[in-house]
């Protein structure tokens, strides 16, 4: 029994740390750029004129997020420079939060876009992301508890557009988002841009929501509603006990002896000769081919040797 307890306890700290490695690692699956806590690397122009604001009341995480107004609607461009090129090659999206006031802009401007090149300049070896691919995110992706926020995933292998032979992913260097040709009409807005991060992360979150939800807990009561004033009746008492007998023999159709293994369950944890019994072999075997990953195999042999 003591040769039990100390294999299990081995067990449980190969798994726990296999658990640990596998929670580092989809932890470090993410590349901030920049969480927008300050103005560094970052420049906006609008109406003509420089038109950068830190805000430090209006972001969705840190300090603070950065932005501009948009006098008429026109925001010539906000603009972030990382101090060197960055390899983004091993990721497949890049996701931040933008906050408008109004959308009347959105519709009134010609030409909306979020820019990526590895040039450090507009326009050349330029990743796009247009009006049409921008559109449905802020309809569809507001954050929630933040009005006027939105989040944006956009797939880097995938750009809308390229232009002059697109990014190069592995030298990213320059990201912009401006707006140009709103009508006479348009009023001003406000806009901020906040926790710019690329990631791989496929975001299975929306298909696992409604699953749990209403559906589900409106069918259980409809069903279980109408059974039980039928089981009073007499037909179902008669019911109940047949499913009762047949679940006995099938509990005890799984051990080889049919008329032992209640009484000798306890026994067989250890055998005739001193060692592990065959019952505790077999689960100490199939706990162990769950962890030959992680370095199980090495307490496998361990314990047949026992």
Same mark, same amino acid.
């Given at each position: 029994?003591?040769?039990?307890?100390?294999?299990?306890?081995?067990?449980?700290?190969?798994?726990?740390?296999?658990?640990?490695?596998?929670?580092?690692?989809?932890?470090?699956?993410?590349?901030?750029?920049?969480?927008?806590?300050?103005?560094?690397?970052?420049?906006?122009?609008?109406?003509?004129?420089?038109?950068?604001?830190?805000?430090?009341?209006?972001?969705?995480?840190?300090?603070?997020?950065?932005?501009?107004?948009?006098?008429?609607?026109?925001?010539?461009?906000?603009?972030?420079?990382?101090?060197?090129?960055?390899?983004?090659?091993?990721?497949?999206?890049?996701?931040?939060?933008?906050?408008?006031?109004?959308?009347?802009?959105?519709?009134?401007?010609?030409?909306?876009?979020?820019?990526?090149?590895?040039?450090?300049?507009?326009?050349?070896?330029?990743?796009?992301?247009?009006?049409?691919?921008?559109?449905?995110?802020?309809?569809?992706?507001?954050?929630?508890?933040?009005?006027?926020?939105?989040?944006?995933?956009?797939?880097?292998?995938?750009?809308?557009?390229?232009?002059?032979?697109?990014?190069?992913?592995?030298?990213?260097?320059?990201?912009?988002?401006?707006?140009?040709?709103?009508?006479?009409?348009?009023?001003?807005?406000?806009?901020?841009?906040?926790?710019?991060?690329?990631?791989?992360?496929?975001?299975?979150?929306?298909?696992?929501?409604?699953?749990?939800?209403? +559906?589900?807990?409106? #069918?259980?009561?409809?069903?279980?509603?109408?059974?039980? *004033?039928?089981? /009073? $009746?007499? @037909? !179902? =008492? %008669?019911?109940? +006990?047949?499913?009762? #007998?047949?679940?006995?023999?099938?509990?005890?159709?799984? *051990?080889?002896? /049919? $008329?032992? @293994? !209640? =009484? %000798?369950?306890?026994?067989?944890?250890?055998?005739?000769?001193?060692?592990?019994?065959?019952?505790?072999?077999?689960?100490?075997?199939?706990?162990?081919?769950?962890?030959?990953?992680?370095?199980?195999?090495?307490?496998?042999?361990?314990?047949?040797?026992?």
């Amino acid at each position: 029994m003591k040769k039990l307890i100390s294999a299990l306890t081995v067990l449980t700290v190969v798994l726990s740390l296999f658990a640990m490695s596998t929670i580092a690692f989809a932890s470090n699956d993410v590349l901030v750029l920049t969480n927008c806590d300050s103005e560094d690397g970052w420049a906006a122009t609008a109406g003509g004129g420089p038109a950068l604001t830190l805000d430090t009341e209006n972001k969705t995480e840190g300090k603070a997020s950065v932005g501009a107004t948009a006098p008429n609607g026109l925001l010539n461009e906000i603009v972030y420079k990382p101090e060197k090129a960055i390899d983004i090659s091993g990721y497949k999206y890049i996701e931040f939060d933008m906050y408008f006031d109004d959308m009347t802009w959105f519709i009134d401007n010609s030409g909306v876009m979020v820019e990526l090149t590895s040039s450090g300049v507009c326009d050349i070896q330029s990743h796009r992301y247009q009006k049409g691919v921008l559109g449905p995110l802020f309809e569809s992706n507001p954050i929630e508890g933040k009005p006027g926020w939105f989040h944006m995933k956009l797939d880097l292998q995938e750009p809308h557009s390229i232009a002059n032979g697109g990014c190069n992913l592995s030298n990213f260097n320059y990201f912009r988002f401006y707006s140009v040709g709103p009508i006479s009409t348009t009023p001003d807005y406000t806009m901020r841009i906040d926790n710019i991060v690329f990631t791989n992360n496929e975001e299975p979150v929306e298909d696992a929501t409604p699953e749990p939800t209403e +559906p589900v807990a409106t #069918e259980e009561p409809e069903e279980t509603a109408s059974p039980e *004033p039928v089981e /009073t $009746e007499g @037909p !179902d =008492e %008669t019911a109940s +006990p047949e499913p009762e #007998e047949t679940i006995d023999p099938e509990e005890t159709t799984d *051990p080889e002896d /049919t $008329e032992e @293994p !209640d =009484e %000798t369950d306890p026994e067989n944890e250890v055998g005739e000769d001193g060692g592990l019994g065959k019952g505790t072999i077999a689960i100490l075997i199939v706990l162990a081919i769950a962890v030959l990953a992680g370095g199980g195999f090495a307490l496998y042999k361990y314990v047949l040797k026992k």
